[in-house]
């Protein structure tokens, strides 16, 4: 084995036999190339000495974390670093043409031509005044030089060949009259309208609904496929990438850590932040861990280049060597490069794992009268009585009829995509938001009742963790005043008691105790979000809604979060809504899960049950839609969905009928499905029968034997 | 920031480089503010003094600023007359503030019914135009300098409410309010102690221009003959006064001119700086 | 937008109503009595008794607020008591040259004020920003009356090329109607341009960094494209708005502006009526310049959605 020569790319051409057919001339050959932002407080090193080259034909994906600079380096290909931005060295090579070389007004004519984008938020990409066939029609006009009628006709062409149905209409229509698939198909369709070569494809699918995500993925691939297109693919999610990229190159904090085939790099990662990656990713089919594995630390700032391995500081085998010198890429055959001098002492240990397995558990046994009693809740907002007639609104039915318990001790997830009213329930939960009807008894108290006549006293015992853990703190507060607060108004202990109960949460939580004179902007997201959980910690609660608490983590950090709330529900015996819309993240934590549609419960169980056949359609669809790494076994059939129907619920019938794939006709539209229970508390509300459902093969094939039964 | 780094970082080290458009706009006001509070002991001639030997005299050595038609000396009359300009801004925006930051915070926190009375009370006195609403409460009775500030203070109550109502509407959105709901805390301390905090500097920012809106409307309304009263020095009176002059003695109008150009340009960029400096994205550390 | 119009119309008429019962309030309230004013300094006070049961001044305010509203649902607006007139032809008199002074003085504002703050923000930072910004400060930094003073002086008495004030129909020759116009014009520009440029400078600013620039850029569309057809679109909204309501302003009077050019405006109308403490004309005046100020909001309010497609159509399906 050879160490790469430096000066030229960090991906040496690799001796692999070319296909027969066409040379192995890359279309992208990236090489050295480093960036930096100009900031206030000085230059941030961004994207140090990257490089790596695409094929004709191939999708190679580019992952990484926030912070990894794999956004940068895509916009650096556009030339559209924006303000502050500055590409300091390398080059960016085109159908062997150096675009750093070109002038603007050349680059600008590659751009939407032979290098074409689709950005990460669809609706923020399309302007909000122009209509969406225009947006579409103006490359194809200034590229390609059609007339304005021309460009119409072939722009309803470009929307049949993204699926969607009727392109006059979606042609003719504003962005905000589309649903997020649709829009996310119009950026597709602007892209291809020039017959690119590359497309950049920038995390193209984040923003979107995990059904949506798996139909705009399919289509991607397809696309490729079809117009032999190479595309660079932007993304933090592994699973997504190893559905798309047929080769994959990992940045960590600006510097390429691993590249190769992707079938290798994820199977047997050779660089240990690409094994961390993987193993912390929390997974259905996995055995299911006590703990996920984690990295700990956070990712460092460079303002230079490196001078010792990025990855160091978080690395388990890291040695004294790793400090004290930057790492350089080691090459080996078939395309693969690997960061990391110990990679072949490596080869065979995988990432630390902290924990033992853990069977899932089954029913619980019924001990005594459940926590948490929801019946028949349903919220309405937006409702309005006007006395001007063409003001009154019926409002929209954020949750319709839902029913269920919380066991002490018990983990409930729901699970849902957007406007599935998951949020509402943990909201209505925590009486944040007054029922339109239906009743929420905690501890057999009606917990929004207290509430209106004024009495708090149940706060203490049920709190909440956020999804967006900078703005659940005051900004112009100190972690120890946010946390001190609920013991003052619980009336815990004098001040000097208080600051050593903060103390002992902040530990608890992991965190050092001095982060009590710390403001939230001192901190970064995973340590705040720990700050979250120590508050919500603080009156010694016995039940937590966790509302996406997780969700807007990196993987990494979110490993820990995760970990850190499993050890708390066992030491303290908490009770957890967990709310989120990943079922793996589900299917790690929750002992029982609610899947929600349009505010109605579609199917709850077990865990291991809902794993399994029988399946709603909605959650076979939303399993077969969860994108997989190789070892989970080969993909199933995809249950495709429509991108979206009309708003559902409260018509009477079942919410999930106008995208079910399985629908039986009428009556899911006109009648409310029966709700029919297999076994140990395993419920699914449909009109299709039991048995029929459970024909059908189950999604994950592979899932850990066992854990379906009760303990 | 690493995880491992132990000292926490105080807010010092973010208050080290202060805006360029503060340092100048502070720079600039503050001669009027030693003229505002000691004018009358600094100005080389009382303000009220008349010299009929001395009519409408151009600048010179004797009467740096040159003299107006009843001989009085320009420079002295603006120098007094800077408390007098400054006073009806500073005190119309603190009556408005007064008034509609509660109300403001009111609506936004309660919404509901009361919400609605107060917002389509504001609507009512927003269908004003401003000068009208100042001469219509002028005019019922004679015009007094008090009773311009009150005047301005009332026209510019409405867009406080409306500023404050809409950060608190916007900050009742944020988490860290649902958190202080979830904790229990009372409707007061989350006004007053979770919302207040965040909703003071864009105030003070929007204080800052009201500030020169106010200025310059109370120079409107003297210039019209409705705010401060004759012998008193005012800018807006003055320029009245001087106005019949200008074609022999325009220094009588321009002195007074550019004093309340410098106060409202040195307002305006200590409201900028305001903005600058207060914006939460350039005080954190990532 | 057709429920949305009508809620809005009916909501400015409710605030009409509204405003006149305070205007008729407040102006009862102001010294001076119609009756002994119509009387004259020297009458006895039986004529004056007289002249109060004629005109129905002994009423209760109630029943008098009833005349006058019905009187001006009827379109008579009263009689003026210092000019002896119906006040009606007065006031579209004094409307229609407001007018004039608002079309021409906003043609001008959003022309140069647009572009203005088109320029600073695609060149932000840099010297024609920095001008562009240094020429807003002296448009805000000195009150209207200052600059016209510095007007008349320096075109009027001194250069001697434009009439320093006053007003001559069109009929008597364009040339010198227009001539008048000239200065008031200027001193209103100045006045509202850094307004408009600063303005469309930051909401520019705004829509330069959306995604949706960004994404015209990646598509390939040159910077005129990207500037015009994308950013300034959305940008405009809130101009749109602010100009709108400016208009309402002027028509509704420039009351400093129109005193110094001496031009016969809402403004000096009422100021004049003001000053005479002519009630009637008081009222009128003043529920005139409301009303068209309110309207001009109702129009502003409209015209930013329609130019805005996603509440155009969010309410046609309402």
Redesign the interface.
């Known amino acids: 084995m050879t160490t790469a020569p430096h000066t030229r790319s960090a991906v040496p051409p690799v001796a692999v036999p070319a296909p027969a057919s066409r040379p192995a001339a890359p279309l992208l050959d990236v090489r050295g190339l480093t960036i930096s932002y100009g900031t ?1 407080r000085g230059t941030l090193r961004a994207v140090s000495d990257v490089g790596f080259s695409i094929l004709p034909g191939e999708v190679m994906g580019l992952v990484g974390e926030s912070g990894s600079g794999k956004s940068t380096v895509a916009m650096a290909v ?1 030339d ?1 670093l ?1 303000e502050g931005g500055r590409v300091e060295s390398g080059e960016i090579l085109f159908r062997g043409t150096d675009l750093r070389r070109l002038a603007p007004a050349e680059r ?6 032979s290098i ?2 689709v ?1 990460q ?1 669809p609706f ?7 209509t969406v066939g225009r947006q579409i029609a ?2 194809l006009i ?2 390609k030089r059609l007339t304005p009628r021309q460009a119409a006709v072939r722009v309803e062409e470009l929307l049949g060949e993204v699926g969607i149905r009727d392109p006059r209409r979606v042609a003719a229509a ?1 962005p ?2 589309l649903s997020g698939g649709m829009q996310q198909r119009a ?1 597709i369709a ?1 892209a291809l309208g020039c017959e690119p070569g590359l497309l ?1 494809l920038d995390e193209p699918t984040t923003a979107l609904d995990v059904t949506v995500e798996a139909r705009i993925i399919d289509l991607l691939a397809k696309l490729c496929d079809s117009h032999h297109l190479s595309a660079l693919f932007v993304s933090h999610n592994l699973g997504i990438v190893n559905r798309i990229c047929q080769s994959v190159t990992v940045l960590y904090g600006g510097v390429v850590v691993e590249t190769g085939p992707t079938g290798r790099v994820l199977s047997r990662p050779a660089h240990p932040y690409t094994k961390g990656l993987i193993a912390a990713l929390p997974r259905i089919t996995a055995e299911r861990r006590a703990r996920l594995p984690s990295i700990p ?2 990712v ?1 700032k460079l303002s230079g280049p490196p001078a010792a391995c990025v990855f160091a ?1 978080r690395c388990p085998f890291a040695e004294e060597t790793c400090r004290s010198h930057p790492q350089e890429m080691r090459a080996e055959g078939d395309g693969t490069g690997v960061r990391c001098w110990k990679a072949d002492a490596l080869a065979t240990t995988s990432w630390p794992d902290e924990g033992g397995t853990a069977p899932r558990r089954g029913a619980l046994p019924a001990r005594s009268a459940p926590l948490v009693e929801v019946e028949h809740l349903r919220k309405i907002y937006g409702a309005s009585t006007s006395i ?1 007639p ?2 009154r ?1 019926a409002g929209t039915v954020a949750v319709d009829d839902v029913s269920f318990t919380i066991d002490r001790g018990e983990v409930l997830g729901v699970v849902g995509e957007s406007g599935s009213g998951k949020s509402t329930i943990g909201r209505a939960l ?1 009486a ?1 938001t007054e029922p339109s009807a239906g009743t929420v008894l905690f501890d057999g108290a009606d917990f929004p009742q207290q509430v209106r006549r004024g009495d ?2 149940l ?2 015992r049920a ?2 963790v ?1 999804q ?1 853990s900078a ?6 507060k100190t972690v120890g005043q ?1 946390m001190e ?2 013991l003052v ?1 619980a009336g815990r202990g004098d001040a000097e008691e208080r600051r050593r109960t903060v103390a002992g949460l902040l530990t608890r939580v992991g965190l ?1 105790a ?2 009590a ?3 939230p ?2 901190l ?1 997201g995973g ?1 705040r979000q720990r700050v979250n959980i120590a ?1 919500a910690l603080a ?1 010694d609660p016995e039940f937590v809604v966790c509302d996406e608490a997780v969700s807007a983590l990196d993987v990494s950090v979110q490993a820990n979060i995760l970990n850190l709330l499993a050890g708390l529900r066992d030491e303290m015996g908490l009770s957890y809504l967990f709310i989120t819309h990943d079922i793996a993240v589900v299917a790690h934590i929750a002992d029982r899960v609610l899947v929600v549609y349009g505010g109605t419960i579609c199917e709850e169980g077990p865990v291991g049950r809902v794993l399994r056949p029988p399946y709603h359609p909605y959650t076979e669809a939303l399993l077969s839609a969860v994108p997989r790494l190789a070892e989970d076994g080969s993909e199933p059939p995809r249950i495709l969905l429509e991108d979206s129907a009309l708003p559902p619920g409260g018509r009477g019938g079942c919410a999930f009928a106008g995208r079910c794939p399985r629908k039986l006709g009428a009556v899911c539209d006109e009648q409310a499905p029966p709700v029919r229970e297999t076994d140990q508390g395993h419920r699914i509300a449909c009109h299709i029968p039991l048995a029929t459902l459970a024909e059908r093969a189950p999604v994950f094939p592979k899932l850990a034997g066992g854990d379906a039964a009760a303990r | 920031m690493t995880a491992a780094s132990p000292a926490p970082r105080r807010l010092s080290s973010r208050r080290s480089a202060l805006p360029v458009s503060l340092v100048v706009g502070l720079v600039l006001l503050a001669p009027l503010l030693v003229a505002a509070f000691a004018g009358s002991w600094i100005a080389p001639y009382p303000y009220d003094e008349m010299n009929i030997m001395s009519r409408l005299q151009p600048p010179g050595p004797e009467f740096w600023f040159g003299t107006d038609e009843f001989g009085r000396d320009v420079f002295s009359r603006t120098l007094v007359g800077t408390g007098s300009s400054l006073l009806m801004g500073v005190a119309a925006t603190a009556l408005s503030l007064m008034a509609g930051v509660p109300l403001g915070l009111i609506a936004g926190y309660k919404g509901g019914r009361a919400g609605e009375a107060i917002m389509r009370a504001m609507d009512v006195l927003m269908s004003f135009p401003p000068i009208l609403l100042g001469i219509l409460v002028l005019a019922v009775t004679p015009p007094a300098q008090w009773k311009a500030i009150v005047a301005i203070g009332i026209v510019y109550v409405p867009q406080v409410v409306r500023l404050a109502r809409a950060i608190t509407l916007e900050l009742m959105q944020e988490e860290f309010i649902t958190a202080a709901r979830l904790r229990g805390e009372s409707a007061a301390y989350i006004l007053f102690h979770e919302i207040l905090p965040n909703i003071w500097p864009p105030l003070a920012v929007e204080a800052s221009l009201r500030v020169v809106f106010a200025i310059l409307l109370g120079a409107s309304l003297s210039f019209i003959g409705m705010g401060a009263q004759p012998p008193s020095s005012d800018w807006g009176l003055m320029i009245a006064e001087a106005r019949p002059f200008v074609e022999q003695a325009p220094w009588i109008a321009l002195c007074p001119g550019f004093a309340l150009a410098i106060a409202v340009i040195g307002i305006n960029l200590l409201g900028d700086g305001l903005r600058a400096l207060l914006d939460p994205r350039n005080t954190g550390s990532h | 937008m057709l429920a949305y119009t009508l809620t809005r119309l009916l909501y400015l008429a409710l605030v009409l109503v509204v405003m006149s019962v305070l205007i008729f309030l407040v102006t009862q309230a102001m010294p001076g009595d119609v009756a002994s004013m119509i009387a004259g300094q020297f009458a006895s006070p039986e004529v004056v008794q007289a002249i109060s049961v004629k005109l129905g001044l002994d009423q209760p305010l109630i029943v008098q607020y009833g005349r006058w509203a019905a009187g001006i649902l009827h379109g008579d607006l009263g009689r003026s008591l210092v000019l002896e007139q119906p006040i009606a032809p007065i006031l579209m008199e004094a409307l229609a040259r407001s007018l004039v002074l608002a079309v021409v003085a906003l043609t001008v504002v959003a022309v140069a004020g647009i572009g203005l703050g088109v320029l600073a923000a695609v060149r932000r930072g840099k010297l024609t920003d920095q001008m562009v910004s240094g020429i807003s400060y002296l448009g805000i930094a000195v009150p209207d009356f200052f600059w016209a003073i510095v007007l008349v002086l320096v075109f009027g008495s001194y250069m001697k090329l434009l009439p320093t004030g006053g007003y001559t129909p069109v009929a008597e020759g364009v040339l010198p109607w227009a001539a008048h116009l000239v200065l008031p014009v200027v001193t209103l520009v100045l006045m509202l341009l850094a307004r408009i440029a600063r303005l469309t400078r930051s909401s520019m600013i705004d829509v330069l960094q959306t995604n949706y620039v960004k994404f015209a850029r990646a598509k390939g569309m040159p910077e005129s494209v990207v500037i015009l057809r994308h950013a300034l679109k959305n940008a405009l909204l809130p101009t749109i708005t602010v100009l709108a309501i400016d208009f309402g302003l002027i028509l509704g009077g420039v009351v400093v502006i129109e005193t110094i050019f001496s031009y016969p405006g809402m403004g000096r109308l009422l100021l004049f009526a003001i000053q005479r403490h002519d009630l009637p004309l008081i009222q009128a005046t003043i529920l005139v310049v409301s009303a068209a100020y309110c309207l001009a909001n109702l129009v502003a309010d409209l015209l930013y959605a329609f130019v805005n497609p996603k509440i155009r159509h969010g309410m046609r399906t309402a």
């Open positions: 206030g556009l559209l924006g600008r004519a590659l751009r939407g031509d074409a984008a950005f938020d923020t990409s399309l302007n909000p005044a122009l103006e490359p200034r590229h504003y905000h009259e950026l602007t950049i630390g956070t460092a500081p001007l063409w003001l609104r925590l944040l708090q006293t706060r203490r709190q909440l956020f967006n703005a659940s703190l005051n900004p112009r946010a607060r609920p108004l050092p001095a982060y004179d710390r403001y902007h001192e970064s340590e508050r009156t």
